[in-house]
């Protein structure tokens, strides 16, 4: 069993809406990173996360501790929001990987 | 301040030999981490280096090694490459620190033929 689900695996998007992309782990952690990242391979780092919430922009994120559950919501999405989503968790001595979320944005 | 580089970005290896990847962290970065991308596999974890120590390593076979240097640059090694090991290795670095932003290079990618 993986210990870190990323949900939806794919989601499709039109130009304005709000989308959620959720994560889930199975076992206390250090943190908690939301990446992103675009064809060709390039990986930004969005956020990292120990509690509660934070904002960039049109990106929130927020963590709780205790339902080991974190989401990552983009309001009023744009199809340069298009991109592979991964949450990634830091335990003790490991990371570990969500297998990412597709997110596709029409215009 | 420029950002994580990786040399080479592309590579072709044949099954068998060796391969040795580089990565320059940020300046003032001391920490690097190495995981490997494979469409099967995603993303996963190493090594992490601090301070030219190995301080975690991920569930890959010792064909799979590292080491960083006194300025902080950080190279991966794989021997007896296997087709299995054709994938895009991504280094990121940060400051001090367990929970700290890590910053990601552009990644190599490797094919084994």
Same mark, same amino acid.
């Given at each position: 069993k993986n210990e870190v689900e990323q949900s939806p695996q794919n989601l499709t998007a039109q130009e304005g809406e709000f989308i959620t992309i959720n994560c889930s782990y199975s076992v206390g952690i250090s943190a908690l990173h939301w990446l992103q990242q675009h064809p060709g391979g390039g990986i930004v780092s969005l956020f990292m996360l120990s509690s509660g919430k934070k904002k960039h922009g049109r990106l929130i994120a927020t963590i709780n501790i205790q339902e080991k559950h974190s989401s990552l919501h983009i309001t009023? %999405?744009?199809?340069?929001? %298009?991109a592979v989503y991964i949450c990634a968790v830091r335990f003790v001595n490991d990371m570990r990987f969500g297998a990412g979320t597709r997110l596709t944005v029409k215009p | 301040k420029a950002g994580v580089t990786q040399t080479p970005r592309y590579l072709i290896k044949t099954r068998g030999q060796q391969v040795t990847l580089s990565c320059s962290p940020i300046s003032g970065h001391r920490s690097v981490s190495w995981y490997q991308q494979t469409p099967g596999q995603g993303l996963q974890f190493l090594f992490e280096y601090f301070s030219e120590t190995q301080r975690n390593k991920g569930n890959f076979p010792g064909r799979f090694s590292g080491r960083q240097f006194s300025n902080s640059r950080s190279e991966m090694n794989v021997s007896t490459l296997e087709l299995g090991d054709s994938a895009l290795y991504l280094c990121a670095s940060s400051l001090p620190g367990a929970a700290d932003t890590q910053y990601f290079g552009p990644g190599t990618r490797l094919t084994v033929l």
């Open positions: 009023a %999405s744009h199809p340069r929001d %298009s | -």
